[in-house]
């Protein structure tokens, strides 16, 4: 035997605690003794015996309270109780005090050394699992065998978690990781370099393997899955009692609705600054040509271009009111001055205002309704803009000599108000894409009819703003139907008894 | 003295540049979206084609510029920017983009002029 087991031994007799002594030295044990139960504890707590031989019956102390003091202090060391006065219940009671085994007075060298054998081999067995768990303690794992209420909300909450150890190993995850991450398959212990974004690794590595004490965190971007799915990813040290990196907990966020609005809004800022631009850049022109004395113009010619820039510039103003009005009804505090408002004049008063376009174009306008007052409680302002966008749109966009048709009909629960017109129709891609910001149809025959491309935006947003909605029928060359459905809050106020009409602010 | 074709789909710019181009003593053609456009430079062979980068759609100009290269047209090309910078297009004269030069609006008719005479004499230099 090269390692020599160690051992005490707590024995009140002195003849016998030397005779083990020489004994187990024979054998080459390395041998510590202790004459009572006091010294034994003192002696088993600041040492750290593979063995120990503890008498049952001592002056002072009780030897199932030295092994009591063994279990809590140094629960590695083999204990064995020896007594004189075996009993039952001793032998028992030492089994459940952890005892490894009893043994009886008097014993024989082979009955001693056997037991020491197997109880050392014990000894061999209980140190190779602690520091197993040493081990798995070092690299985290711990955290994947987490049965605790703590792993159950970890798993159930929206944010991807993901914990590695210094070896790049999963210790640990939840499932919206799986999803953030786009990985099909994950598992305790498997390596992370394939698995992870690149730069995220790297991101990783670089923060395991920094100065041990150091206190960085890392915040990335990453786009998951072309355009798709957009991730925050925050990457963390995590540490051990004494503060030495172990490993890194990633922690993911959803963050592709935020992407979509940003996206959102800066084309909506390229397109408004192109808009703004265009009409710019030729009042610009138009100046520039006036002001440059190599440049012979005569003064009709002048004049033109001064009106055409003043029309420019009109056009220009068109724009920045209509997306004035924009974002004023994205506000929703907006104060609205409602009130009961007749449909009827309303949509007559509007199509008076036409009355010139109408004849220059050669236009046939009709007006149907079947009522004599559709009341819809709003503001005015509101649905005048509605109507005269929609009603200017029929004329820039009908024929000559063609029809404009405005129906309004009682559904019970919606007005419906149609405005049907003779002119140019939409094809079935531009129907759709109506509604968006700046959406022109650009064909042969829209070509010089002017607009900001907001018109239809303010339309649909009014009309969703009270809880109504739009369809549009349509056929190429041939002519649209804008149907506007906009609630009867009469039906509701009859059952409510709230059909004052009074001035409110909503 | 030189052929110039102008495409663009603004008829005031048009109007503007061929005022400026025809101080110049340029004979100027036109025309306001990129199907005309093609047409006018095949049948009349410009010296010169100035193109505007955005007519109906945002890069309409550059497919029409790659029209051109792609059906053997190399006549030097002048192109009208716009919002360069805020919608995100960063470009300059080459392979994805063949044109020979960029004026960024608005257009000075100085530099308007300036660029023209310069790819001129490039043209007139290399024939």
């Known amino acids: ?506 | 003295m030189a052929l110039i074709a102008l495409i663009d789909d603004d008829p005031d710019i048009i109007e503007a540049s061929t005022l400026v181009l025809e101080s110049k003593g340029h004979e100027i053609i036109v025309a306001s979206n990129p199907d005309d456009g093609f047409t006018i430079v095949v049948d009349n062979k410009p010296d010169l084609i100035i193109l505007d980068v955005m007519m109906d759609e945002p890069d309409d100009g550059f497919f029409l510029a790659q029209k051109f290269r792609k059906h053997g047209v190399e006549t030097p090309i002048l192109m009208y920017t716009s919002v360069t910078k805020t919608i995100g297009f960063e470009y300059g004269a080459g392979e994805m983009v063949p044109v020979d030069d960029f004026v960024e609006k608005p257009i000075s008719p100085d530099m308007l002029v300036e660029k023209v005479e310069l790819l001129l004499s490039k043209e007139v230099r290399s024939n």
């Not at chain 1, 104060?335 to 449909?343: E, G």
């Open chain 1, 1 to 506: 035997m090269n390692y020599q087991p160690s051992i005490l031994i707590v024995d009140d007799e002195k003849g016998l605690r030397n005779g083990t002594k020489r004994l187990l030295e024979n054998e080459g044990y390395s041998v510590d003794t202790a004459e009572n139960g006091t010294e034994g504890i003192q002696k088993g707590i600041t040492n750290d015996y593979d063995l120990a031989l503890i008498d049952l019956r001592m002056p002072d102390v009780d030897g199932l309270d030295v092994l009591t003091a063994f279990r809590k202090n140094k629960p590695e060391t083999v204990c064995f109780i020896s007594t004189a006065f075996a009993s039952y219940d001793s032998a028992v009671e030492s089994a459940h005090l952890g005892s490894f085994a009893y043994i009886p007075k008097p014993f024989t060298p082979e009955e001693l050394l056997q037991q020491l054998r197997q109880g050392y081999n014990r000894r061999k067995l209980l140190l190779e699992s602690k520091n197993l768990k040493k081990e798995r303690e070092k690299n985290l794992f711990e955290l994947a065998f987490e049965k605790s209420r703590l792993n159950t909300i970890v798993q159930s909450i929206n944010e991807g978690i993901l914990i590695i150890n210094s070896k790049y190993e999963v210790v640990y995850f939840n499932s919206a990781l799986l999803r953030l991450f786009n990985i099909n398959e994950l598992r305790v212990s498997d390596v992370v370099t394939e698995k992870l974004p690149a730069d995220l690794f790297e991101t990783a590595e670089k923060l395991i393997q920094s100065d041990l004490k150091s206190d960085k965190s890392f915040t990335k971007q990453i786009e998951m899955k072309a355009g798709e799915l957009f991730v925050e990813v925050a990457i963390n040290h995590v540490k051990d009692p004494h503060g030495f990196t172990v490993g890194a907990i990633f922690v993911v966020n959803d963050i592709s609705e935020l992407k979509k609005i940003e996206r959102i809004k800066n084309q909506f800022v390229s397109m408004v600054a192109h808009e703004l631009k265009t009409p710019i850049v030729a009042v610009d022109g138009f100046i520039r040509i006036i002001l440059d004395k190599s440049i012979k113009l005569d003064e009709s010619k002048k004049t033109e271009f001064l009106k055409r820039s003043v029309s420019r510039l009109s056009s220009m103003i068109t724009l920045v009111n209509d997306l004035l009005d924009i974002s004023r009804m994205e506000l929703k505090n907006k104060f609205r001055i409602k009130n009961d408002i007749d449909l009827i004049p309303l949509i007559q008063s509007i199509i008076n205002s036409f009355e010139v376009d109408f004849k220059a174009r050669k236009l046939n306008i009709r007006f149907n309704y079947s009522t004599d007052r559709v009341l819809f409680f709003a503001d005015e302002n509101e649905i005048n803009r509605l109507f005269t966008n929609l009603i200017s749109n029929a004329i820039k966009y009908n024929k000559v000599g063609g029809s404009i048709l405005v129906n309004i009909s009682d559904s019970g629960n919606f007005y419906i108000i149609e405005i049907i017109d003779s002119g140019i129709g939409l094809r079935e891609k531009e129907r759709k894409q109506l509604f968006e910001e700046f959406f022109r149809a650009k064909n042969s025959s829209t070509r010089g009819i002017p607009g900001t491309g907001l018109g239809l935006t303010i339309v649909k947003r009014i009309v969703e703003n009270y809880h109504g909605k739009i369809e549009v029928e349509s056929e190429y060359e041939k002519g649209s139907n804008f149907k506007i459905y906009l609630p009867n809050y009469k039906i509701s106020k009859q059952i409510t008894g709230d059909g004052n009409g009074s001035n409110s602010i909503n």
